[in-house]
Nanobody, 125 residues
Framework: VQLQASGGGMVQAGGSLRLSCAASGGTFSRYTMSWFRQAPGKEREFVAALFRSGVTTYYADSVKGRFTISRDNAKNTVYLQMNSLKPEDTAVYYC???????????????????WGQGTLVTVSS
């Protein structure tokens, strides 16, 4: 499956952005979809995941209550709604997909088979 992320941009602290990740070339509904981010000089970190069911979600503690992951299987798209943004949310955001990932591995970026190209989010103070 090929992934195309979009929706990044510049926003002031406290603002909102919605990222999108469009999938093609596979059966989207069979994939667990996740978002990761990588800030300059830092390792890529897990942000949020949504299992194939479309019901079960997981979030990093740093974004819990502020970010919401969702999917539209009819549009082959996963979203990341980001509210109450903080300067420390500044990063390149990547979407990732995997068909067979298990719960214990969901935060490990090396477990994912498919990645989008990333979209930059910049939050100013």
């Amino acid at each position: 499956v090929q992934l195309q992320a979009s929706g990044g941009g510049m926003v002031q602290a406290g603002g909102s952005l919605r990222l999108s990740c469009a999938a093609s070339g596979g059966t989207f509904s069979r994939y667990t979809m996740s978002w990761f981010r990588q800030a300059p000089g830092k390792e890529r970190e897990f942000v949020a995941a949504l299992f194939r069911s479309g019901v079960t979600t997981y979030y990093a503690d740093s974004v819990k209550g502020r970010f919401t992951i969702s999917r539209d299987n009819a549009k082959n798209t996963v979203y990341l709604q980001m509210n109450s943004l903080k300067p420390e949310d500044t990063a390149v955001y990547y979407c990732a997909a995997d068909r067979g990932i298990i719960l214990s591995s969901i935060r490990n970026n090396y477990q994912y088979d498919h990645w989008g190209q990333g979209t930059l989010v910049t939050v100013s103070s």
